[in-house]
């Protein structure tokens, strides 16, 4: 699709300068009200933006869904945009990146909150292995993708326009894009510049939404109220910990645990990363007590094996009393191939190992689902301890597409 060139209104570069002062009101209850008295871009209008507030307002359930998902993340995204300094519209680009998602995954292999890219990812020292992802985890994609952003904000003239254009695309095709422009002397903005239609949409989208935010009476909207509070503390493990375990510990849904942890991949918690978790607010304190009186055998242990010449996955799960499903899952193997002086991770104990074996033996069974409010594929598998690409399949899903509240879903699951 062909967009309609800018208007003739006057387009200059876009950098913060802070609010001037004024008297200081109470903290309001509802977050967007918060994150309202802080907007700056929502009177910047041209026929791209218009075009891009007719889509937005089209989708009726986006506001509704993604105010859903802010619940857990979005207040703490805030306070560290504000914390930095940075125009709160910053604070709206997961909205527009995976709506709030911390599960999507795009074409292109962006994953998280963030759509951050996984060489992007490792090059800015995020942890991606097949334990953590840091790219879906609130904290570690958040400060990595603001570290970013202000980086290109410095590069591209002090011009968040530019900076966010260079986050969608890359800093070198933007750095390109002026550089061609320069040279026919022509501008170098944001506006100005020959983009791919995706980068020519992106900021669009994100001053349509903070105008849609800024005025949802004008729209006719009713945004659904987020609280203007914590969504969640950091809780110690003292170490790796079953998350069905933990989530019992906690008094948890195991769903609210995941959607908290979304980095944490696996049924347990990363060996490789601190010993902590995310937890409803008022969780903690309760949590660490249930975990101190753990015993070791309470918890996920470990061995390191090197592997022999003539050792197999049967032979090597006979000698330490454990599954081959499970050597394989803990060590990521596909198929029975293993190569003589590679390390495995044995599992010790058998409490854990024995209910997840269990578990995955039973016999999948067919049941229905209701979606509800704020459910996404993320939040469905992780309650049902099953996979986002089942889900897909067993449905005939397009996982573009958003689910619908009264959407019904057949789901196989292990019998309780």
């Known amino acids: 699709m062909v967009l309609e060139p800018v208007s003739s209104e006057p387009q200059v570069a876009l950098q913060h300068t802070p609010k001037p002062a004024v008297q200081k009101l109470p903290p309001p209850a509802d977050l967007w009200e918060r994150i309202r008295r802080e907007l700056s871009w929502q009177d910047l209008h041209n026929a791209q933006i218009g075009k891009a507030r007719d889509r937005l307002l089209a989708q009726h359930d986006y506001l509704p869904v993604v105010a859903a998902r802010a619940d857990y993340y979005l207040y703490y995204i805030v306070e560290e945009v504000q914390r930095r300094g940075m125009p709160m519209e910053i604070a709206l680009l997961p909205l527009v990146e995976s709506t709030l998602d911390p599960f999507a995954t795009s074409s292109e292999r962006a994953a998280g909150l963030w759509q951050i890219m996984p060489a992007t990812g490792r090059h800015l020292g995020l942890e991606l292995g097949w334990w953590y992802d840091g790219r879906r985890d609130v904290r570690d994609s958040t400060r990595m993708a603001l570290d970013y952003l202000e980086a290109l904000h410095e ?42 239609r995706e980068t020519r949409n992106y900021v669009p989208k994100l001053i349509a939404l903070t105008q849609v935010i800024a005025y949802p009476q004008a729209f006719e909207l009713e945004i659904p109220t987020v609280p203007n509070t914590p969504a969640f503390e950091v809780a110690d493990t003292g170490g790796q910990l079953e998350m069905a375990r933990a989530a019992q510990l906690a008094g948890v849904e195991m769903s609210t645990l995941r959607a908290l942890n979304p980095g944490q991949l696996r049924w347990a918690t990363s060996p490789d990363m601190p010993p902590e978790l995310l937890l409803p607010v008022g969780r903690a304190v309760h949590f660490e007590q249930q975990v101190a009186q753990l015993t070791p055998d309470d918890r996920v242990q470990w061995q390191h094996y090197r592997i022999e010449r003539g050792d197999s996955l049967i032979r090597i799960a006979k000698k330490f009393d454990t599954q081959v499903g499970l050597l394989r899952e803990v060590n990521g193997v596909r198929g029975s191939m293993i190569r003589a002086g590679d390390t495995l991770m044995i599992p010790k104990g058998s409490g854990w190992s024995d209910s997840l074996a269990m578990a995955s033996s039973e016999p999948a069974k067919p049941r229905g689902y209701r979606v509800r409010r704020g459910d996404s594929l993320y939040v469905i598998a992780g309650k049902f301890n099953v996979s986002i690409n089942d889900i897909i399949s067993w449905n005939s899903l397009d996982p573009g597409k958003y689910l619908q509240p009264g959407q019904r879903l057949t789901l196989y699951v292990g019998g309780s």
């Not at 933007?174 to 061609?180: D, L, N, P, S, T």
Request: charged fraction near 30%; aromatic fraction near 12%.
């Open 155 to 196: 590069l591209f003239d002090r011009d968040w326009l530019l900076a966010l254009a260079a986050y969608n695309s890359g800093k070198g095709r933007v750095a390109r894009a002026r550089k061609a422009n320069r040279e026919k002397g022509l501008p170098t903005d944001y506006w100005s510049l020959k983009l791919p």
